[in-house]
């Protein structure tokens, strides 16, 4: 059982985020201000200390962080002989995120790693601005499993000084941090999270967006520090309510019952995610309100209508693969012909300019167009110059082959240079999102970064009963980058509402049936 896997089953067993700190300060050893213990009276004060907060505070603990620092200053002999003891009293089921962020390369790396590692951790602390290099040794190979924390947007505020510096890229250093780590984690199947402090809720909001849905944060600063428990919560739980981890130590540690005041805060936690998630489910609501009552744009309708009239689009029943009878189908490949392709590409050129995700202050929010082969490849072609043609502006236009050519320029890739640039997908519809995330890793892989997806039409149902997202949406949630269609099932729906042709038959009954069992 891996690192994440161990942490999920303790959390499902407990229903709890809070993660119980380990830090034997000497005030709290000795609060009489004795300050000529040994050693050996030392080490001894700080394993009770610990022990007595494991027992105390173990059925509302969903991991134990123990800091490294606290048990190298009890002494150069019995230190870490009593931190190994400490580990050896929490329970097996119950994640050990030892606090170390070590930040090195190579063999020192390596040997950091053999040392945490050596001790019983399932996970640790890590600085990442040595890169991937320093990050490697703790959660690949040997350790494969492991789990990495890396040091995001910390809670002091001179964190300010360099995790806030603001990149070419237009983004912060702390949320490359979190691109990174998102990107590190596919790439190498890696048990990556985040450490970004629960008193800088804007970072939290942006550390989760860019790390994506999948990420765990570790959220100091609640308690002690000042941090908002509710506000935190309400920033870094992803869309299941999940996916953070509240560290709390001198918070339990000095109360007059650590154990009752864990068990409050476990609380606590629970009400802020109860209240996140009846939030979000109201937001919902009121944004699946707001798009239907929305009039469908002309540029909406007219695509509709063409669709229809070269017959891309077509109404009656249709078996999909999913073994749904659908009362429509759309076929993008009916798109042949020079007159079709000029007329898509604008309602795409129009969808983009329309989204305020892509479309900014009369620029485009990207800087090269990518046609994943073999749809987007046209696709791509006539949109890039739709753009230019139809509001002067000019993007590059770039896509891939399926297999590498040896000869010529060689390689997958052809047209614009996408190396360090804005990149915007494009594809006819999303079915599965195979070809989006092979897209997007690919793009990483080469230094560009996906800041969207466009494509034709959005279905806007539940992949299966049992999971509420679309296909889109997941690609929304697992990539963290928005995707934009010409037009969607609720459109779909207001033409047929509004049309004298399909407003008083079966077709417009069907479409709602469908979507009132099958829609998001």
């Known amino acids: ?106 063999s020192t790396a390596a040997a950091y790693a053999d040392a945490c590692y050596s001790l019983g951790a399932d996970a640790v602390t890590l600085s990442p601005l040595m890169g991937w290099d320093s990050i490697a040794p703790f959660v690949t190979g040997k350790y494969a499993g492991k789990g990495g924390f890396l040091l995001c947007k910390t809670s002091n505020p001179g964190s300010n000084d360099l995790l806030a510096s603001n990149l070419a890229s237009d983004e912060t250093l702390y949320e490359a941090i979190a691109s990174l780590s998102n990107r590190w984690a596919s790439e190498y199947d890696a048990s990556l999270g985040l450490v970004v402090g629960a008193t800088d809720t804007e970072a939290l909001k942006k550390a989760r967006r860019s790390g994506g849905q999948t990420i765990w944060l570790l959220a100091p600063g609640v308690g002690a520090q000042g941090g908002d428990l509710s506000a935190a919560a309400a920033a870094g739980l992803n869309d299941l309510g999940t996916g953070i981890l509240f560290p709390v130590s001198r918070g339990i540690s000095r109360a007059p019952d650590p154990g009752e005041a864990a068990k409050k805060l476990k609380e606590s936690i629970q009400v802020s995610q109860e209240k996140f998630l009846s939030s979000l489910k109201d937001s919902r609501k009121r944004d699946s309100a707001e798009r239907d009552s929305e009039w469908i744009q002309p540029y909406q309708k007219k695509f509709i209508e063409f669709t229809l009239a070269q017959g891309a689009l077509k109404f009656g029943e249709f078996v999909l693969k999913s073994g749904r009878t659908s009362p429509y189908f759309f076929n993008a490949g009916l798109f042949a012909s020079g007159e079709s392709l000029f007329k898509l590409a604008n309602s795409y050129a129009s969808a983009i300019k329309a989204s305020s995700v892509l479309f900014k202050n009369g620029r485009a929010c990207f800087e090269v167009i990518f046609g994943p082969a073999y749809k987007g490849i046209s696709l791509g072609a006539v949109v890039a110059a739709a753009l230019y043609s139809n509001y002067g502006v000019n993007v590059g236009f770039a896509y891939n082959r399926k297999e590498a050519k040896d000869h010529g320029e060689g390689g997958k890739l052809v047209g614009a240079n996408m190396e360090g640039k804005k990149v915007l997908v494009i594809d006819d519809v999303i079915t599965a999102g195979t070809a989006i995330r092979e897209s997007h890793s690919m793009l990483e892989s080469i230094g560009a970064k996906t800041v969207g997806v466009i494509i034709a039409l959005d279905r806007a149902e539940k992949r299966s009963l049992e999971d509420a997202v679309s296909a889109v949406q997941a690609v929304e949630r697992d990539l963290s980058i928005p995707v934009v269609s010409i037009a969607s099932l609720p459109q779909l729906q207001a033409f047929l509402e509004s049309s004298q042709n399909y407003g008083d038959n079966n077709v417009l009954q069907q479409v709602v049936a469908y979507r009132d069992k099958y829609g998001v």
């Open 1 to 106: 059982m891996d690192f994440v896997e161990k942490l999920e089953a303790r959390i499902k067993s407990v229903n709890s985020l809070l993660c119980v700190g380990l830090d034997p300060h000497e005030s709290e050893l000795f609060p009489d201000g004795k300050t000529d213990a040994s050693e050996s009276d030392k080490c001894d004060a700080a394993y009770i200390f610990c022990k007595k907060l494991i027992e105390s505070t173990g059925p509302y603990a969903a991991c134990f962080k123990p800091n490294a620092a606290f048990f190298e200053v009890l002494g150069p002999n019995l230190g870490i002989t009593t931190l190994q003891k400490v580990l050896n009293e929490i329970p097996t089921d119950i994640p050990i995120l030892l606090d170390v962020k070590r930040g090195d390369i190579g």
